[in-house]
């Protein structure tokens, strides 16, 4: 199942070109925003799966390019990432394991514009990310039952201002820097999530294609490692990491959009700065 928030944060259901609205199906949950929206059906999936699934039958759909898509996770309480996750030509070593937290607050949906800041940045850089939600509270996890605390899938921009001072959290939590979605893809959707092709297009050149097959550590090894230091809860996000080899500056007026296979919808942006910097 492919879940959506679109409009005023409704919920609905990706299929095809149309999305199907299923709001109705959990109205009595008595959220008070979308984010614990979405946790509550995360929590209690095997209940709200069956609601959901009857709220798609027969139900009247609205065409996707006449909604505004939201992030399907719009304030996860963390958004752990992972640096340097990918065998390259330039980096054929796994290397030690490198993670980093990014600010919740830079998460922005598809369509939005990415604000590149007044900082004296070296380059931007958009990389393009398989993240995936976790479904139930997961610490020191094995590699064998890492998988089952996934609850899905989604698509991941991990916006990068690269030599500013601070480190990692410092160059990517800037606002707008972080867009993630426009679905949710449930686990049972993705057979192997470590054999997805992930692609960037750059304006309308194709930058980036590569499969998550080439992640140094795949999931369950990822997991266990992050999971060895901090304690993840139900709608953390953990983004996997990125191919470096095709990275190139991004700059004011450039349109980002990213495809992974399967997901069912792609994740857009477009840039802007106000000092019209080049690289």
Not at 172 to 199: C, I, M, Q, R, Y
């Amino acid at each position: 199942m492919k879940l959506v928030l679109y409009n005023n944060f409704q919920l609905g259901v990706l299929q095809g070109d149309t999305i199907v609205p299923v709001g109705d199906s959990v109205a009595d949950l008595g959220h008070h925003n979308a984010q614990e929206l979405m946790q509550m059906i995360i929590n209690d999936w095997d209940a709200m799966q069956s609601r959901i699934e009857s709220a798609t039958e027969g139900g009247n759909g609205v065409a996707l390019d006449t909604v505004t898509l939201q992030s399907p996770l719009p304030r996860p309480g963390q958004l752990m990432c992972s640096a340097g996750n990918y065998i390259e030509p330039g980096q054929p070593e796994r290397g030690l394991f490198n993670g980093f937290l990014k600010a919740n607050t830079s998460i922005m949906p598809t369509g939005s514009t990415v604000e590149l800041p007044d900082a004296e940045a070296s380059v931007f850089h958009f990389e393009p990310e398989l993240a995936l939600v976790i479904g139930k509270r997961a610490s020191h996890l094995s590699q064998a039952d890492a998988l089952d605390h996934v609850f899905g899938y989604t698509q991941f921009i991990d916006v990068s201002a690269r030599g500013l001072p601070g480190g990692f959290f410092l160059g990517k939590s800037w606002h707008t820097f972080a867009p993630l979605g426009p679905a949710l893809v449930t686990a049972d959707e993705v057979s192997n999530p470590n054999d997805l092709s992930v692609k960037l297009w750059v304006n309308s050149t194709l930058k980036h294609d590569f499969s998550t097959g080439d992640m140094a550590r795949h999931i369950p090894e990822l997991l266990e490692e992050i999971t060895s230091v901090i304690t993840l809860e139900p709608g953390d996000v953990v983004a996997t990491g990125t191919h470096h080899e095709a990275l190139s500056p991004i700059q004011d007026g450039f349109v980002v959009r990213l495809e992974i296979e399967g997901f069912g919808h792609h994740l857009e942006v477009s840039v802007r700065d106000s000092l019209k910097r080049r690289w």
